[in-house]
């Protein structure tokens, strides 16, 4: 069964560029949840969606950043312009949602440099 | 709100000798409590989990046993191996917004094991 799938797995742009990174979570799973992951930082949970739809979108850094879902088995993740500090690793992770579910399984990531 | 606290790495170890990494968390409610593992260049992994207080996650010969007095997941292994060289992340999961519950990462524990 395949797991959560990113892409691309590496993305070298130059700042000011438009930068879209892609998820495919597990079938059956109906939530997603994007995450960015730096030295200085750690792991931080940027968005995540239930059933399509956006539910906690707290974490975005800000404005230039923007997550979609169109349907249930995909998401992307755009940063619009890029900036040299939005250099990390992106990873989506995927779960199905519950009281009694709570494991997330992540994807391989997309490092992301931005010169 | 929720957090974790992780003990401060890098840890390094020769083969054959045993592990500890220390978590601690601050929670409300009953969280579930996990350990990740990150190998190099890689996404996160399960590593194990336990819903309820004393309970004991293992697998692959690494335990914890969540211990609601002292709100610790501490992470133990009796015999480490060079293949276990990674990065180890405590997590909790606790009910935010929306019906997923959302994973609360502590800064994760760099492990070298040396042969």
């Known amino acids: 069964d395949a797991g959560v799938i990113q892409s691309p797995r590496h993305e070298v742009t130059e700042m000011g560029q438009e930068v879209t990174l892609r998820c495919k979570p597990i079938?059956?799973?109906?939530?997603l949840f994007w995450y960015r992951q730096t030295m200085m930082r750690g792991l931080e949970l940027l968005i995540y969606?239930?059933?399509?739809?956006?539910?906690?979108d707290s974490g975005m850094p800000e404005d230039r950043f923007s997550a979609k879902m169109p349907n249930a088995s995909f998401s992307t993740l755009k940063i619009q312009p890029s900036e040299p500090r939005d250099s990390a690793v992106y990873f989506c992770a995927s779960m199905t949602s519950g009281f009694s579910t709570d494991t997330q399984y992540f994807g391989p990531g997309t490092r992301l440099t931005v010169l | 709100g929720n957090s974790v606290t992780q003990m401060e790495g890098p840890v390094t170890l020769s083969e054959e000798a045993f592990l500890t990494i220390n978590c601690t968390y601050t929670?409300?409610?009953?969280?579930?409590l996990f350990w990740y593992v990150q190998y190099p260049g890689e996404g996160l992994q399960l590593l194990l989990k336990a819903t309820k207080a004393d309970d004991k996650g293992s697998n692959k010969g690494f335990e914890a046993t969540y211990r609601k007095e002292t709100t610790s997941f501490h992470l133990e292994k009796g015999s480490v191996q060079v293949s276990d060289s990674a990065v180890y992340f405590c997590a909790l999961s606790g009910i935010s917004s929306g019906s997923a519950r959302q994973l609360t990462f502590g800064s994760g524990t760099q492990l070298t094991v040396l042969p």
């Open positions: 969606f239930n059933n399509n739809v956006p539910i906690d």
């Open positions: 079938s059956g799973h109906n939530s």
């Open positions: 929670a409300t409610g009953y969280p579930s």
